[in-house]
């Protein structure tokens, strides 16, 4: 699982209406994903798509929950 899903869902659990996203543009391949080398995975091209195609119905999903606003650009927002 997605550390953001599971951080979503408890806050749905925990009653939470709104959520601001920052930070979660998507996954790109022959970029740096991270801000910390260490923390980089290498994933080719379809892998990424297939996260970011996950993320995307995943958040989807989410939104249908709980209100999420988007503070900065992403790949998962479908108003981008």
């Known amino acids: 699982d997605n550390a953001s899903i599971m951080a979503l869902n408890l806050l749905y659990k925990l009653g939470v209406d709104t959520v601001y996203l920052a930070g979660m543009d998507g996954y790109k391949a022959d970029t740096n994903n991270y801000y910390q080398e260490r923390l980089k995975f290498n994933q080719d091209c379809e892998a ?33």
Not at 49 to 77: A, G, H, Q
């Open 48 to 80: 990424m798509e297939r996260m970011n195609s996950m993320l995307t119905d995943k958040i989807l999903e989410m939104s249908k929950k709980i209100n999420l606003i988007f503070v900065t650009p992403s790949l998962y927002n479908n108003n981008d």
